[in-house]
Nanobody
């Protein structure tokens, strides 16, 4: 399973670090992604890290502000979010997919950016 944490209320321009702790499998064997869903909107991909070579990719809105990283010793993936904007407000989900197509979703963590 995946368990996210680290969400909360932050002012515009602030930072948060989300954590995604895995159990029952090794994150290094999975492609890991962060997604978010704002009220009334579809879930969208924000960032991902490859199981193959730890390469990373970001959505246009996340590029330059968010950083995805992985700590294999802790079996945890992080999303460092800087320069947060009100439009970043959403529930953030962690997702894992193996090469064979096995998938896990976390329960989500709320991020609210507001003054």
């Amino acid at each position: 399973q995946l368990v996210e944490s680290g969400g909360g209320l932050v002012q515009p321009g602030g930072s948060l670090r989300l954590s995604c702790a895995a159990s029952g499998f090794t994150v290094d064997d999975y492609n890991i992604g962060w997604f978010r869903q704002a009220p009334g909107k579809e879930r969208e991909g924000v960032a991902c890290i490859s199981r193959r070579d730890d390469s990373t990719r970001y959505s246009g809105s996340a590029e330059g502000r968010f950083t995805i990283s992985k700590d294999n010793a802790k079996n945890t993936v992080y999303l460092q979010m800087n320069s947060l904007k009100p439009e970043d407000t959403a529930v953030y989900y962690c997702h894992a997919r193996s090469r064979m197509g096995r998938e896990y979703w976390g329960q989500g963590t709320q991020v609210t950016v507001s003054s």
